[in-house]
Each structure stands twice: as structure tokens, then as C-alpha cells.
């Protein structure tokens, strides 16, 4: 949540949930309310526990599991649910640093994020009578379509789900990210492996219910 001042010098508390979920902001007043569209993406950054040093191979971390549990738990359970995918970055070490490989040029990766948007464009226009345009505005309606999963990646999912105590709002993250993937790839079903990257994408939902 934060603060936001209105034009009348109101000043109130925007939940993001709402506008996450659904795509609009609702204001209320004694006289009216309003709904506003406010389809955004949101990019947020962390310190990975209170000394910044988890996990860090350089670094000692002298925080305590209950000190981190307590910092991650500043953001709520609801609102890292409605966040797609939640990373660790390490630090670069000095051999990545000074490697000769070369990386997958920009010009490359726009090209296959535009071939997977206008494969996601076709899809939901032939077979959607809704107007959407892209994997994260898929209903479940739309997932039990478009994200049909083999036996396999059935029992993966159902391992990750109760092994980490994933909500609801997780699965269909995970379903969503996976069909993604599968589309940056250009392949017509979602795999075992699509759904085990997806669901690296969780990693705070694993610290949080650690």
C-alpha cells in the first residue's frame, strides 16, 4: 500500500492489489465513486534480508532466520501472490565478470518477445470471445483452455503446491509464467520443464511460508 493525494487534497491509501488484480483503481466519496483504469507493470527490488548479505558467496550474512522471516514478512502474503514472478539476483563473481562468452544479444531477445506476443495475439483471437491480448490477462477460463498440462506436469505442480504451501493466486502465476516461457520458445504445449522454471519464479512464496 501506499499514500496518494487526491486533486481535493484527500489524502488516502491505494491498496496495489486491486489494480494488480484487476486491472482498475476504485475511488470512493460520500457523493460518487469512480473507477479508473490503471493497467500498469510493476518492477520492485529487495534487499534479501535486513544486512542485504543472504545468500551472498562473498559476503557473511549475521542475520538471524527469525530477523529475515520478520523482513520478508513486510510485504503481505496477498501481495506476493499477485506478483508473476519474484527472483534472487546474486552478486556477479569475478569470472562472469571477465568471461569471453557472449551473451544473448538485445536485438535477439526483442525479436523472440515480439514472436511470442504475436503468438499470444492470435491465440486469443481466434478463440476468445474476450478482449485480451496477453498471457497475464488470462482468466481461469482462459487457463483451463490455453494451459492444458500433460500427467507429468500435473504431478509436478501438485508436488510444488503442497510442498510449498502455494495459494491459489500462486498455481494460476505459475500456469501463466510456464505458457510464457513455452511461447519464448515457440513451443505449442507447456512441458515439465516450463512448469519447473515457472516455479523457480516463487522464490519469496518459499521464504515466506519457510
Known sequence: MRPVRAADGYVGVLQLGQPLEEGTVCIARAAMSLTFPSRFMLAAAMNPCPCGFHNDRTHECHCTPPMIQRYISKISGPLLDRIDIHIDVPAVNYKEMRSTHEPEGSAQILQR????????????????????YCNAQMAPRHMRTFCSLSADCENLLERAMTQQGLSARA??????????I???EGQPDIETKHIAEAIQ????DRTFWA
Open 182 to 184: 513455452a511461447d519464448l
Open 171 to 180: 498455481h494460476d502465476r505459475i500456469l501463466k509464467v510456464a505458457r510464457t
Open 113 to 132: 518477445v515480439m514472436n511470442a506476443r504475436q503468438r499470444q495475439l492470435a491465440r486469443f483471437h481466434a478463440n476468445s470471445k474476450d478482449t485480451i
Open 201 to 204: 519464479y516463487r522464490t519469496l
